[in-house]
């Protein structure tokens, strides 16, 4: 794990109102988000997070954690909006789900630490559920057409599994950007019928003799446990970002800990996901 800096504290962060620019479906009970915020757009490494909280409302009281999804630019070149992919599931996202334009909300962030952005041939990106969410803005990045004028990556690619074809979310967005897209379903819906572990594993299998590869996941944790265990099978690097529920995003409740590996005489200690994440070396955590 990276040790934590300055940029990622919490006093660091802004936290203002926003109106809603776009709120549509894009899949099963799952939206996309789009507020402008430019003091944060500006600031956004992949693989950080906002909270949300809807404006004025006392219910539901606490915010709701949402990677960013991607940085939409205006007409002159700024980094303007954030676009933010969220699951109709809970009180705050039903509310949020049936928020029409122009209503507002209060963002706090960017918060945690981000992914990497260390020089590999190939990056690939597997993400289950509603984990595709961090993956567009990274891709990106590391293609050379967000932060770097020049790629990070030779190759990019996806392996994104979801329970059926109309909950996987944003395909487009991915295949537009130039990724390698392989889906995955378990009822076989769309894509391939197999697990995304499974089908990492065979695509680990392919590399070339001397490529260098770089893995990062999200999702269920069990997933992201599997991904992990075939990465340190085949001695690749692997980051996951964990996905513990928040209650303030800015590490004083401790309500999002997760069990990370370090030296000390029980080997582990709880870390916030909030503040030393949600970014952890695979091989660090205690799954």
């Not at 963002?107 to 990497?116: A, E, I, K, M």
Request: hydrophobic share 45%; with cysteine.
């Amino acid at each position: 794990m990276s040790k934590l800096h300055a940029d990622y504290y919490a006093d660091a962060i802004a936290q203002l109102d926003a109106s809603i620019e776009l709120n549509d479906p894009i899949a099963e009970s799952t939206f996309r988000l789009r507020v402008r915020v430019e003091s944060i757009a500006a600031k956004v490494i992949p693989g950080q997070f906002v909270m949300i909280r809807m404006k004025g409302l006392d219910a539901p009281l606490i915010g709701r954690a949402l990677a960013v999804y991607d940085v939409v630019r205006d007409a002159s070149g700024t980094a303007a909006s954030l676009d933010l992919i969220y699951l109709r599931k809970g009180a705050m996202t039903r509310v949020l789900a049936s928020a029409p334009v122009g209503s507002k909300v209060t963002l706090w962030g960017p918060l945690g630490n981000g992914f990497r952005s260390s020089m590999c041939d190939r990056l690939i990106m597997v993400a289950g559920g509603i984990g595709q969410t961090p993956m567009l803005l990274l891709g990106r990045d590391a293609m050379g057409k967000y932060r770097h004028s020049q790629p990070w990556a030779k190759h990019v690619e996806l392996i994104y599994g979801a329970r059926r074809k109309g909950l996987l979310a944003g395909v487009d967005d991915f295949q537009n950007a130039g990724f390698a897209v392989t889906l995955c379903t378990d009822d076989g819906s769309a894509g391939e019928k197999e697990l995304v572990p499974v089908v990492l594993d065979r695509r680990l299998q392919q590399i070339h003799a001397g490529e260098s590869v770089r893995v990062v996941t999200c999702g269920p944790e069990i997933m992201m446990q599997k991904v992990s265990e075939v990465c340190l099978a085949a001695g690749v690097d692997c980051q996951v970002s964990m996905e513990t529920p928040m209650a303030c995003g800015i590490g004083i409740c401790f309500s999002c800990v997760a069990k990370v590996r370090q030296e000390s005489p029980s080997g582990w200690d709880y870390k916030r996901t909030c503040v030393e994440g949600p970014i952890f070396d695979a091989d660090s955590i205690c799954w």
